[in-house]
């Protein structure tokens, strides 16, 4: 039997490099600032720039859908030493609404978002990970169960799940290992925006957001913790697995 490294260096992730897209993404790039990581975040949006100065990452405007522009992101992430580790938040969550009224274009545009360009990211960041690492996907507790009105979003999680699994299997030889997390709400600008017509016809948004066995809101940190669990040592032997975070809604 092999002797245990040390606790610290099992938690330690100074000098590693990561690729971040998106969203909950804030919150994954402060933690991984805060272990020491290069952290790269990769967002369509902008205003990402100035949280990115803020955090002590850097920012590269970015498309997820748009391969060149990942793969750009990528190379800024990896340096010339490679990447260690991607975390893949950006992502779209428009209500469907009935699935009978649905178009096939908005279908096709969550599934080009949430998978396709999962998938692509997924791609670009194995192909710079010369030396193993860890690639986390941000599925939802939306992949696990369905729910009326979200079918379109219930099915591009649900595929991320699926890839996360296969990809898992596919590059475990390579020493990179790839996990889902599957957040319940997340307190965030996305999640407000969803339940701002809530608001307006008078129900209690924050107790929905707050929903759960635990009684208290999801937040971005929350998340970012599930990441740096996964991204470490820690989870040394995990791969091809959902960490569902919660508060318990689903328990
Ligand atoms: N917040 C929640 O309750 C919740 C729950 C389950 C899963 N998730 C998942 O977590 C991830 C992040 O969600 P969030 O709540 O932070 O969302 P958000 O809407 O607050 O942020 C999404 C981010 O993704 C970026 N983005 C969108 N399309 C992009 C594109 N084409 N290229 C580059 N960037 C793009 C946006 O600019 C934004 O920064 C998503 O994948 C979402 O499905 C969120």
Same mark, same amino acid.
Do not use: W
């Given at each position: 039997?092999?002797?245990?490294?040390?606790?610290?260096?099992?938690?330690?992730?100074?000098?590693?490099?990561? %690729?971040? &897209?998106? *969203?909950?993404?804030? !919150?994954?790039?402060?933690?991984?600032?805060?272990?020491?990581?290069? $952290? #790269?975040? +990769?967002? %369509?949006? &902008?205003? *990402?720039?100035?949280? !990115?100065?803020?955090?002590?990452?850097?920012?590269?405007?970015?498309? $997820? #859908?748009? +391969?060149?522009?990942?793969?750009?992101?990528?190379?800024? !992430?990896?340096?010339?030493?490679?990447?260690?580790?991607?975390?893949?938040?950006?992502?779209?969550?428009?209500?469907?609404?009935?699935?009978?009224? !649905?178009?096939?274009?908005?279908?096709?545009?969550?599934?080009?978002?949430?998978?396709?360009?999962?998938?692509?990211?997924?791609?670009?960041?194995?192909?710079?990970?010369?030396?193993?690492?860890?690639?986390?996907?941000?599925?939802?507790?939306?992949?696990?169960?369905?729910?009326?009105?979200?079918?379109?979003?219930?099915?591009?999680?649900?595929?991320?799940?699926?890839?996360?699994?296969?990809?898992?299997?596919?590059?475990?030889?390579?020493?990179?290992?790839?996990?889902?997390?599957?957040?319940?709400?997340?307190?965030?600008?996305?999640?407000?925006?969803?339940?701002?017509?809530?608001?307006?016809?008078?129900?209690?948004?924050?107790?929905?957001?707050?929903?759960?066995?635990?009684?208290?809101?999801?937040?971005?940190?929350?998340?970012?913790?599930?990441?740096?669990?996964?991204?470490?040592?820690?989870?040394?032997?995990?791969?091809?697995?959902?960490?569902?975070?919660?508060?318990?809604?689903?328990?």
């Amino acid at each position: 039997m092999d002797t245990a490294p040390a606790l610290d260096s099992v938690f330690s992730l100074a000098g590693r490099r990561a %690729l971040v &897209t998106g *969203g909950i993404g804030a !919150a994954v790039v402060a933690r991984l600032v805060e272990a020491g990581v290069a $952290v #790269t975040l +990769a967002d %369509l949006d &902008t205003d *990402g720039a100035a949280t !990115a100065d803020r955090l002590g990452a850097t920012f590269v405007a970015c498309d $997820v #859908t748009d +391969a060149a522009q990942l793969g750009a992101a990528a190379d800024t !992430a990896a340096g010339d030493s490679g990447l260690d580790i991607c975390v893949n938040n950006a992502g779209i969550f428009p209500t469907t609404g009935p699935m009978q009224s !649905a178009s096939d274009d908005f279908v096709a545009r969550m599934l080009e978002v949430n998978v396709r360009a999962v998938f692509s990211a997924a791609r670009e960041a194995a192909n710079r990970m010369p030396n193993g690492g860890s690639i986390v996907n941000m599925a939802s507790i939306a992949a696990l169960g369905g729910g009326a009105g979200i079918s379109a979003y219930s099915a591009s999680k649900a595929a991320v799940v699926s890839m996360t699994r296969a990809h898992a299997i596919e590059l475990g030889p390579q020493g990179i290992r790839v996990n889902a997390i599957a957040p319940g709400v997340i307190d965030t600008p996305g999640v407000q925006a969803q339940l701002e017509p809530l608001r307006a016809s008078g129900i209690d948004i924050d107790k929905r957001i707050a929903a759960n066995p635990l009684g208290m809101a999801g937040q971005p940190d929350h998340i970012a913790r599930g990441v740096m669990f996964l991204v470490s040592d820690l989870a040394a032997f995990v791969t091809g697995q959902v960490l569902v975070i919660d508060g318990g809604a689903t328990a």
